[in-house]
């Protein structure tokens, strides 16, 4: 579910501060990023992606149990003040990584560029153990071809599913349900891996 999560999300600004930030950085030219850039850039790629994990967890992972449901439900109390709270961190969090991303620019400009975009994509596995839109904020410039965002993103979001650090619903998961770091890393890395090698022929080898 976090897999279809995290790349479904990054299919608008809204959707987590990952997407937010990628498309504040390729706002002005020459991409003038909209509210649509990423889905026309990445929904090939996404959509039958959170379908596939979808089809995964449904068949292959097993049911939950409906009691189980029922008492994370119970469990689950919170109030407006909190989802109030929640955003604004937020939104301090996203301009941080703005501010943060401007000052990456030097380091864009000057090395970024220059790296093919099969290597951007393999190098982002690190978004397994460290935030993605962090690192999204680190790397993605107006300067880069399309390609090579879409690999940095492509990238960023796959592994983001890996390991519990790489993403923000993997976090709230994992506390919700008990799941430890080698719980998660036991069916996330493979899953990640193999997902990883078929986008790779897709977007590569095939060139979609």
């Known amino acids: 579910a976090c897999f279809s999560i995290g790349l479904g999300a990054a299919l608008t600004p809204l959707g987590e501060p990952l997407s937010t930030i990628a498309v504040s950085k390729l706002s002005g030219a020459p991409y003038y990023a909209g509210f649509d850039f990423l889905f026309n850039m990445l929904g090939k790629y996404v959509i039958p992606g959170v379908f596939a994990f979808g089809i995964v967890g449904m068949f292959f992972l097993g049911k939950t149990n409906p009691k189980d449901q029922e008492i994370g439900a119970a469990d689950y109390n919170e109030t407006i003040k909190d989802v109030i709270m929640r955003a604004i961190k937020v939104y301090v969090f996203i301009a941080a990584l703005v501010l943060l991303g ?11 560029i220059q790296i093919p975009s099969s290597i951007l994509y393999w190098v982002n596995m690190v978004s397994a153990i460290l935030d993605n839109a ?14 090579q965002i879409k690999s940095i993103l492509m990238g960023l979001l796959i592994a983001g599913g890996m390991l519990i650090p790489g993403n923000i619903p993997n976090i709230i998961s994992a506390g919700k349900l008990g799941i430890t770091s080698k719980e998660w890393a036991r069916l996330g890395v493979p899953m990640g891996l193999i997902a990883m090698a078929i986008y790779f022929v897709i977007i590569f080898v095939l060139g979609i």
């Open 102 to 112: 401007e000052g990456f620019k030097p380091l864009i400009l000057e090395y970024f």
């Open 134 to 147: 962090t690192l999204a904020a680190a790397e993605i410039g107006p300067s880069m071809s399309e390609l």
